[in-house]
């Protein structure tokens, strides 16, 4: 159960095939880290596309304009860690 009162937030993120976090890119105010667990999708970050698969794990600032396509055939799944918490 998501909780606001600590410095730190866990979620976890299941995106299905051949969909996407947004329909286009969105901000919040936590710094965000991300491993991506199984999968693969787009992180659209900054104006740039990055391919990340599972093992792979990325830092997205705060306030940073930023959305997740999954463009495969197979479910995506990464858990985040945000601080501070904002979901």
């Known amino acids: 159960t998501p909780t606001v009162d600590c410095a730190i937030e866990f979620c976890l993120m299941e995106l299905p095939a051949r ?33 990340l698969t599972a093992g792979d794990s990325v830092q997205i600032p705060p306030s940073t304009p930023h959305r997740w396509v999954n463009d495969s055939d ?6 985040f860690a945000i601080t501070p918490p904002s979901f």
């Open 19 to 51: 969909t996407a976090s947004s329909e286009a890119d969105r901000e919040h105010t936590g710094e965000e880290v991300t491993y991506v667990i199984s999968g693969q999708a787009e992180l659209h970050l900054q104006g740039s596309v990055y391919r």
């Open 74 to 79: 197979e479910e995506f799944r990464a858990v």
